[in-house]
């Protein structure tokens, strides 16, 4: 593979940076601006510090690298953030599995997966079903328009994920915007107003997980929370701080991404009728196109690293200790891997995206996302005869996690 870089600071790489992060309409559609970028240099070094890879092959060698590894603190301090040790947006994410690298990943991600192994995921395929149906038999009793996000994205994997979490029913709907707010923290060079709803996003999180763990603790329940308090392996258990941070991720991300995957990817069947009519006809090819879904329209459109080494990239080296920036949803789209990869088409052969990461790194969720993905398009396709924009969509202005705020349809019971 051969990679050529803007070695130089480049006016022009810096402005179009600058426009993927700031312009609103980026958050809604970046795939313009990822071409621009890939055009001029698939890996590309920014003023912040930041290396910037929007070409496929490069994002998946980062991805598979073990010199591109994770550095939490590198990665705020690239981003502008001085005083980060004071904010609690950042000070409590220090032990996410997200952030860790081995042997420390390899330990945390033995212990977690003991709660979500192939065969537990596999069995909540009835549940999940059952959950589509009980939400969307009240939509079509209705028909109309109605807001899909709020009724039926939303609440899906929310149900899902608070069962798994052992979240009260009644408590999920809170965690909505909290979730969004903590991730203003992760955006490019934030601001100390978005910092400071981050912070008090964090704290009120941290505070009702500690209360969660602190009753599972007293009364154990069938749930990942009990399981995770006795998991041992080779005499290692989770810290304390671990078991919170791995709980408070894996609920946010277990509902806020999979939201992401069936708004965005039902907006993009919505603006692509003939997709959606393909699956009306043939609800087999759910599957498939949830691939193609995740590649269009990626809930999670960047990841970052740090050469933890000197990192090779074809003709370009990245020095150890810089700060990598790894855009999905760029290699997602790119041109040399997908033929027109502006177009929809669920059945496009050879699909395989890269937006639940790569390497040790992979999404530990991505079966349970593509699961309830895969059951949400099908119910869509059956239950509906007609499914059309009634209002224009709103996005969140949000680039690293990409997703509508609202979306407004109108249903046409089958």
Not at 88 to 98: A, D, F
Request: include cysteine; hydrophobic fraction near 40%; charged fraction near 25%.
């Amino acid at each position: 593979m051969t990679t050529h870089t803007q070695l130089a600071t480049s006016d022009e790489v810096d402005g179009i940076l600058g426009e993927l992060f700031t312009n609103p309409a980026c958050a809604a559609d970046p795939y313009p601006t990822y071409h621009r970028l890939r055009e001029i240099a698939p890996v590309a070094r920014s003023r912040a510090g930041h290396w910037v890879l929007s070409g496929y092959a490069e994002v998946v060698d980062v991805l598979r690298s073990s010199e591109a590894g994770k550095d939490v603190q590198s990665f705020i301090r690239a981003q502008g953030v001085k005083d980060w040790e004071e904010h609690p947006s950042y000070t409590r994410v220090l032990e996410h599995l997200i952030w860790a690298n081995p042997p420390k990943h390899t330990r945390q991600r033995k212990l977690i997966s003991k709660g979500l192994t192939p065969r537990a995921i596999a069995a909540m395929e009835p549940k999940v079903e059952r959950l589509v149906g009980e939400l969307l038999t009240p939509l079509a009793e209705e028909a109309g328009e109605v807001d899909i996000l709020r009724r039926f994205a939303f609440p899906l994997p929310a149900s899902v994920i608070s069962e798994i979490i052992g979240v009260p029913r009644a408590d999920w709907p809170r965690f909505q915007q909290l979730f969004r707010d903590v991730t203003l923290a992760m955006e490019p060079s934030p601001q100390p107003a978005q910092l400071a709803i981050a912070d008090a996003a964090a704290v009120e999180i941290d505070a009702y997980f500690e209360e969660l763990v602190d009753r599972r603790r007293k009364h154990p329940e069938d749930d990942l929370v009990s399981t995770l308090l006795e998991a041992e392996d080779d005499g290692e258990r989770l810290s304390h701080r671990e078991l919170m941070s791995l709980v408070q991720f894996l609920f946010g991300a277990g509902f806020e991404s999979t939201t992401n995957l069936i708004g965005n990817g039902l907006l993009a069947l919505l603006r692509h009728p003939g997709e959606m009519d393909a699956l009306r006809r043939d609800p087999e090819l759910a599957a498939g196109a949830v691939e193609e879904l995740l590649r269009y329209d990626a809930s999670v459109q960047l990841s970052p690293r740090t050469a933890r080494g000197d990192l090779r990239l074809g003709d370009v080296t990245i020095p150890a200790g810089e700060s990598i920036v790894a855009l999905l949803g760029a290699a997602n789209r790119d041109p040399s891997r997908y033929p027109d990869p502006d177009r929809l088409d669920v059945r496009r052969p050879d699909v395989k995206p890269v937006s639940f990461g790569g390497g040790i790194h992979f999404c530990l969720g991505a079966a349970l996302a593509r699961l309830e993905g895969r059951l949400a398009v099908q119910g869509l396709v059956r239950k509906f005869s007609r499914i059309e924009l009634a209002a224009e969509p709103v996005w969140k202005q949000s680039l690293t996690l990409h997703g509508l705020q609202g979306l407004r349809v109108d249903l046409t019971p089958a």
